[in-house]
T-cell receptor
Framework: AQSVTQLGSHVSVSEGALVLLRCNYS??????LFWYVQYPNQGLQLLLK??????LVKGINGFEAEFKKSETSFHLTKPSAHMSDAAEYFCAVTPEYGNKLVFGAGTILRVKS | DGGITQSPKYLFRKEGQNVTLSCEQNLNHDAMYWYRQDPGQGLRLIYY???????QKGDIAEGYSVSREKKESFPLTVTSAQKNPTAFYLC?????????????FGPGTRLTVT
């Protein structure tokens, strides 16, 4: 069975500062990993995903994440936060050929001016 | 424009009433999903369907029912048996891309039961 842990239910950064949102997963088989973003009262939008191949994955809006198998992690980063990045972020995992996503509890990102 | 529509955006019901949430997609996706979202708990899977006329229970199916008579539609009924129905409900659909079932989400329906 898969599970996802997102460290920190709330993260606060200053505008222009580095954004780091942490995600650790457990999986008995090679995982596919996803980061989604949710703005208030809206659905989820895919930021990026890791399936196979390059372990550093680039996504939309300047975000990227690195799959580290030895650490079972898939942390999300952005070099410089923008006010528009304020939202809730979800990490999710599914096994290869799996059709069900398992989500973490989410991290709310606050960006201070 | 291809996408997933959910209606209505906000829904209010009295306790003891059944209510049906609509989900329609024009992405030609085979699989569809219903999630419930509560603050601090992430998304929890209610039901999913991989093909027309077939669906499976997710992690929290009690008090909910679904149907999948058409590929494009996957309505969710919240019954009076659901003890705590007030929540944000999200519908999603997916197609296999390189073996990964990447999911696309609708805008959600916020249900309030009093």
């Amino acid at each position: 069975a898969q599970s996802v842990t997102q460290l920190g239910s709330h993260v606060s950064v200053s505008e222009g500062a580095l954004v780091l949102l942490r995600c650790n997963y457990s999986s008995s088989v090679p995982p596919y990993l996803f980061w989604y973003v949710q703005y208030p009262n809206q659905g989820l939008q895919l930021l990026l995903k890791y399936t196979t191949g390059a372990t550093l994955v680039k996504g939309i809006n300047g975000f990227e994440a690195e799959f580290k198998k030895s650490e079972t992690s898939f942390h999300l980063t952005k070099p410089s936060a923008h006010m528009s990045d304020a939202a809730e972020y979800f990490c999710a995992v599914t096994p290869e050929y799996g059709n069900k996503l398992v989500f973490g509890a989410g991290t709310i990102l606050r960006v201070k001016s | 424009d291809g996408g997933i529509t959910q209606s209505p955006k906000y829904l209010f019901r009295k306790e003891g009433q059944n209510v049906t949430l609509s989900c329609e997609q024009n992405l030609n996706h085979d699989a569809m999903y219903w999630y419930r979202q509560d603050p601090g708990q992430g998304l929890r899977l209610i039901y999913y369907s991989q093909i027309v006329n077939d669906f499976q229970k997710g992690d929290i199916a009690e008090g909910y029912s679904v149907s999948r008579e058409k590929k494009e539609s996957f309505p969710l009924t919240v019954t009076s048996a659901q003890k705590n129905p007030t929540a944000f409900y999200l519908c999603a659909s997916s197609i296999a891309i390189q073996g990964s079932y990447e999911q696309y989400f609708g805008p959600g329906t916020r249900l309030t039961v009093t």
